[in-house]
């Protein structure tokens, strides 16, 4: 119930209309995007938490190798002190070879913890196979782990994946079409045809375009992109896009929508949501049985036997049920306060939410995550 008033609450504090908005905030530019890296490599120096697997031995025999150690086929490396990793990282755009990235890095076999390890030279090579980053270095490691000698064990957080700040060394860089066309695109967070209109219509009247003159600046493509045209000198364009991502306009309102999180019984409601009429009652009874049982014994001299007997104690408990009806256009604040009246907890209003949907009388989109 009280997590019910929160939301309440925080829906009457929502402002009655959408506030003016950042170009930065709600749009992105579309070829101005991140990579992803990943890499295998080994972590060393481990305090007896490593591992000793088929593929982690082949590892280590393959990085002997390369320093010009052979071990013979018979011999079996004792390497409790190193375990194999995958290695990850983000390549954000414009990054320049020369320049460092965080990486993370996580256990893929049997390794007990990487605290205390350090990373060996691995490459991080992206989609297309390219080696792209070069990642080496001490690990951190927030999580830890103690095991007893009986097989007892304590564990905290997630001792077998680190972080390095700054781990990778940035070897290639990634080439961005965003400088090779006449018009660039602004892709929207959330696809509205209204936001699409709204957008363009701003930069063209911001920039000194007359759509009745056939002088266009901005298109809407469709209701997620805006093309906009932009100069081709490289110089001319970083600033045309440092003043057009500060443009400010009035994104359109989001549609009502309810979100429903099964999990953590979190419920979100937008303010355009409405109801149709309704009718509606909750509760529930309850019958509680319960079996007590009594020994009936004789007196000294009747000749009678010791039986035993069972006595059942019913209980019934009827809920305090109330039906509440609505009126056509009544918004879910209202209902949420009528839930609140009757006692409900927040399951109680995701019951009563998807039975309304499934009645036809609710405006609007149920997302249950």
Do not use: C, W
């Amino acid at each position: 119930m009280k997590q019910l008033l929160i939301l309440m609450g925080l829906m009457l504090l929502l402002p009655l209309n959408v506030q003016a908005q950042r170009v930065k905030d709600v749009a992105t530019i579309q070829g101005v995007r991140s990579n992803q890296l990943v890499g295998y490599g080994l972590v060393v120096g481990l305090p007896g938490t490593g591992e000793q697997s088929p593929f982690t031995e082949q590892s280590f025999r393959a990085m002997l190798s390369n320093f010009g150690i052979a071990l013979p086929s018979n011999v079996k490396p004792k390497i409790k002190n190193v375990a194999a990793v995958a290695v990850h990282a983000e390549l954000p755009p414009f990054i320049k070879p020369g320049q460092t990235i965080d990486i993370t890095v996580s256990s893929i076999g049997e390794a007990g913890s990487l605290r205390g390890g350090t990373l060996l030279q691995t490459f991080l090579k992206g989609v297309d196979g390219n080696v792209y980053a070069i990642a080496q270095g001490s690990l951190v490691v927030s999580g830890f782990g103690a095991e007893g000698a009986d097989g007892s064990r304590i564990v905290s957080n997630t001792p077998t994946v680190g972080r390095i700040a700054n781990g990778a060394i940035v070897e290639r860089s990634v080439p961005s079409g965003l400088m090779t066309n006449d018009y660039l695109t602004l892709n929207l967070n959330y696809p509205d045809f209204g936001t699409a209109k709204n957008l363009a219509e701003t930069i063209n009247r911001r920039l000194g375009a007359d759509p009745s003159k056939g002088y266009v600046i901005a298109t809407p493509i469709d209701a997620a992109s805006v093309r906009v045209s932009a100069p081709r000198d490289v110089g001319q364009r970083v600033g045309f896009l440092a003043t057009l991502q500060d443009f400010e306009f009035t994104p359109e309102e989001a549609p009502a929508r309810v979100v429903i999180n099964s999990r953590t019984g979190t419920i979100v409601i937008g303010k355009e949501v409405r109801l149709l009429p309704a009718a509606i009652t909750h509760g529930g009874l309850t019958v509680t049985i319960a079996e007590n049982q009594t020994v009936s014994q004789p007196n000294a001299f009747a000749q009678g036997e010791t039986q035993t007997t069972t006595q059942s104690i019913v209980d019934v408990n009827l809920d305090d049920t109330r039906m509440f009806k609505f009126e056509p256009g009544v918004t879910l604040d209202q209902l949420v306060r009528a839930v609140n009246e009757v006692g409900a907890a927040p399951g109680d209003l995701m019951a009563i939410l998807e039975a309304l949907r499934e009645a036809g009388a609710l405006q609007g989109q149920l997302i249950i995550i």
